[in-house]
């Protein structure tokens, strides 16, 4: 008899001889020392090439053990490996996969009453060692590690158990391939490409973790620790990066991020992407565990970086990453999930043309006028703000870097950077600063453009200002551009246009008088749709001298 069948045999006769009661539950002592203090099952031996070995494992009393089991075959030459078959006294299979030459592996599987078979076959030409751990189910912090190739069969699977909902800190570290680790699924997944640490919300209880091995690498050498943190909920700003995702030949495409808030939050959602700007990446937002995401941003391309705005509930959000399959190479993320501010504050973007609007939403703490200052380093855009089908309170071009005074009232407010979408790239940077100047005043000049003409998207603005006193005043509009080009004027108030001028035409300097209410007026002009090139005004309101 070779003396690993012995040590199993000496074993089996010993978890016969030896019973360990613990609340109907009988623990077999085995006669190989544990080489873990939380193990409660260890075999080890050698098996010769062809040769099988079936250790026992009787489980007393009426109760299923959910284990964690850890096999290890130390590297002889690289080529053998070992079949592992567990199956339970049912004669159902538990668990049953290879570990090749050189691997540590890890497996969840359940045993149950009566006597479970661990069936070893070496079916190589090589003499391989073993050793193989059944560990109960540990509480976190805990510590894990292994090692898997490139070449293997299956994944590093366990249970471990969560005592409190709360933040915990995932470090992860390597010291030879690239891996992701996941949490109950599409719940967590991260990328890991070197050693780096991540803090998640996970909920109390029994959770699922799996580690999946890059097949591209030879040898994947992994460790997570995993320890609780302070915090019991999330906070923003809240930040995360990862990659690399998606791309030919990579095994990673997809990230799963959760978010747990204490209060429901209206959040500003900034992504940038290091990559090819032909590759693409899609963003959804799921409610708690619900199948359907209730938020999604589709193409964002590499070298972008995307601002929108939506709403998260308290409790928890999953965020799920997600590269395009066509990409040619991978894309890199870090996300920013900001808090809606109150102004003063800034943005900047990235947009490649003809994809996504950047979209935020921001606080004015008191109505009066506000300084936006633009920033443009390429491109072209209109800063929209509070727009919809109708129209925009306000809607101004931005083609070179410059500041610009409106009213805004008191409350939230959205901004949308519309970038040209005939143009490739767009680069913009917008700050919003109150003034302390409650309202308007005369002379109040604005001057702007290009709008209109053939291929323009930009055709529309709209100028707020808002007066402390009803008064009439004088309009005088200038255009420049060409001669059969026009634009015509609406003033607004209350929703209602109360005056519309004639057709405007490039070169015109054009006079009216109209009243002017007490609050918000609306300013809008319109290129006519005929154009051909584009137009400038200048647009000048003066008291009744």
């Known amino acids: 008899m070779r003396k690993s069948t012995l040590k199993a045999s000496l074993s089996w006769l010993m978890a016969l001889s030896v019973l360990l009661s613990l609340i109907g539950i009988v623990k077999t002592t085995p006669t190989i020392a544990s080489a873990s203090d939380d193990a409660f099952v260890h075999f080890s031996g050698d098996l010769l090439p062809g040769e099988t070995i079936s250790p026992l494992y009787q489980l007393f009393g009426n109760q299923d053990v959910n284990a964690n089991l850890q ?8 080529d053998g490996y070992i079949n592992l078959n567990v199956t339970d006294s049912g004669g159902n299979t538990a668990f049953a996969g290879d570990i090749l030459d050189g691997e540590t592996l890890w497996a969840n599987l359940t045993l149950t009453p009566g006597v479970n078979i661990l069936n070893l076959s070496n079916p190589t030409a090589v003499t391989l060692h073993y050793d193989l751990w059944l560990y109960y189910v540990a509480e976190a912090p805990f510590t894990w590690e292994g090692i898997s190739l490139g070449s293997g069969m299956w994944n590093s699977h366990i249970h471990l158990d969560f005592p409190t909902g709360n933040l915990y800190q995932l470090d992860f570290g390597l010291t030879s391939g690239r891996y992701q680790f996941f949490v109950d699924g599409e719940y967590i997944q991260k990328t890991a490409e070197a050693n780096g640490s991540v803090l998640y919300y996970v909920s109390a209880g029994v959770h699922d973790l799996i580690i999946v091995q890059d097949s591209a690498s030879p040898e994947t050498a992994w460790t997570l620790d995993i320890a609780a943190a302070a915090p019991t909920v999330d906070t923003l700003p809240y930040e995360k990066g990862g990659g690399n995702l998606g791309g030919a030949g990579n095994d ?5 991020l959760p978010v747990n808030l204490a209060a429901a939050s209206p959040v500003n959602f900034e992504l940038t992407l290091a990559g090819d700007p032909a590759d693409a990446l899609d963003v959804f937002l799921y409610a708690g565990v619900a199948p359907a995401p209730v938020f999604t941003v589709t193409h964002a391309f590499g070298g972008e970086t995307l601002w929108w705005t939506t709403d998260l509930p308290a409790g928890l959000t999953r965020i799920e990453l997600i590269a395009d399959g066509g990409n040619a190479a991978p894309l890199a993320y870090d996300l920013t999930l900001h808090a809606q501010p109150t102004l003063p504050s800034a943005w900047s973007g990235v947009s490649n043309g003809g994809a996504n609007n950047s979209h935020v939403r921001f606080t004015a703490p008191a109505s009066g006028l506000y300084d936006f200052d633009f920033g443009l380093t390429q491109g072209r855009c209109q800063l929209l703000v509070d ?4 129209g925009a309170f306000i809607q101004k071009t931005v083609e070179v870097t410059g500041t610009v005074r409106y009213f805004l009232p008191a409350g939230t407010h959205d901004i949308t950077l519309w970038q040209d979408p005939t143009l490739p790239l767009t680069a913009w940077s917008v700050a919003a600063a109150p003034t302390g100047v409650l309202a308007d005043s005369l002379p109040y000049q ?24 009803s008064l009439p005043a004088n309009f005088r509009l200038t255009l420049s551009g060409g001669l059969d080009d026009g634009v015509t004027v609406f003033l607004i108030q209350d929703g209602a246009p109360v005056y519309t001028s004639p057709v405007v035409y490039g070169g015109e300097t054009f006079w009216w008088t109209t009243g002017l209410a007490e609050g918000v007026n609306q300013i809008r002009l319109v290129a006519l749709g005929g154009n051909a090139l584009p137009l400038q005004y200048a647009l000048t309101i003066q008291p009744i001298p």
Do not use: H
Not at 252 to 256: K, P, Q
């Open 252 to 256: 990673f495409a997809e990230e799963w």
């Open 71 to 78: 096999m290890q075959v130390p590297a002889v030459i690289g």
């Open 446 to 469: 604005k001057s702007g453009g290009n709008l209109g003409g053939a291929g323009n998207p930009f055709s529309a603005e709209w100028l707020p200002i808002s007066l402390d006193e």
């Open 387 to 390: 727009a919809d089908e109708t």
